[in-house]
Structures are given as structure tokens and as C-alpha cells.
């Protein structure tokens, strides 16, 4: 099944994220829709979000489920910043992910 967030929903003050705070009921909400066995639609649509945000959101729960995860995330709307912000994060934590796993 997919579910969607839409974040301009979830904000405060319907345009920006900024920190790890702000992200920590969501990664939680996110976390509980994944362990349904859900895809997730992240819908950035209107807003934008810092790397400490987004490493937040999905780098804890990358560092913790690996590739595995990555299939069922679907990032939507998102700007060509945010786009960056999130392959890095992925990017870093994966690398973590991947050290800390090895054999």
C-alpha cells in the first residue's frame, strides 16, 4: 500500500524545516507507516527542509534498516536543493550504514 505525508501539512508555518527537533515526530510517524509494510510519499510540495532536517527524518531510519528501506521511500516535490540534500544524506548514511555491517 501507499501512503502519503504531505510535509506543507505538517509545518508550522507551511513553508520551512529547520531542524532535527521539528523532524522527530515525523520520522516517527514515517517509521510506523514503514513497519506496515507501506511505501511512503515524502510530498515536499511548497516546502523546504535543512540537511539537519532531513538527516533526521530518514537518516536515523536509513542507519538503522540499510538499502532495504530506500525502495519504499518516494520523495515527491521537491526542489533541486532539497533533491541534493537528500541524495547526500542518503548517500552518508548508507555509507555508515554499510561500515558499520561489514563482515
Not at 501539512?9 to 513553508?15: F, W
Not at 523546504?48 to 538499502?67: K, M, N, P, V
Amino acid at each position: 500500500m501507499r501512503t502519503s505525508m504531505f510535509l506543507k501539512e505538517k509545518s508550522t508555518d507551511q513553508r520551512f524545516f529547520g531542524t532535527r527537533f521539528s523532524a522527530r515526530a515525523l520520522r516517527e510517524e514515517l517509521d510506523r507507516l514503514l513497519a506496515n509494510g507501506n511505501e511512503v510519499v515524502l510530498d515536499f510540495a511548497g516546502v523546504e527542509a535543512t540537511q539537519s532536517f532531513i538527516d533526521e527524518l530518514i537518516g536515523y531510519l536509513i542507519l538503522r534498516h540499510g538499502h532495504d528501506l530506500l525502495p519504499r521511500l518516494i520523495f515527491k516535490s521537491c526542489s533541486d536543493e532539497l533533491k541534493t540534500i537528500i541524495q547526500f544524506v542518503i548517500s552518508d548514511r548508507l555509507d555508515q550504514f554499510n561500515r558499520l555491517h561489514r563482515h
